[in-house]
């Protein structure tokens, strides 16, 4: 959304349209996309933290599944 002369707009296609002179059902289908476009960035970041915390685990539980080489071959 965009301002033009202190009045929020909207870009639909190549057009620009001022949101106040929308009809109602217009004016909450825009409010609606807002709240979505919100929702999807906080879900983004949401799903950006549950990537790393698996990371996290991933590398954990190698460590504690498969420790370190200590050099010692079994049978040396």
Known sequence: MAI???????M????K???SEL??????CVAQLNEIQQDITKC????DR???????????LEKLVEPEETGVEDGE
């Open 4 to 10: 033009a002369k202190d009045e929020p707009v909207l």
């Open 12 to 15: 639909l296609g190549n057009k």
């Open 17 to 19: 349209y001022i949101i």
């Open 23 to 28: 009809s109602p059902e217009a004016q909450y």
């Open 44 to 47: 983004t970041k949401h799903l």
């Open 50 to 60: 549950h990537r790393a915390a698996y990371s996290g685990f991933q590398i954990q």
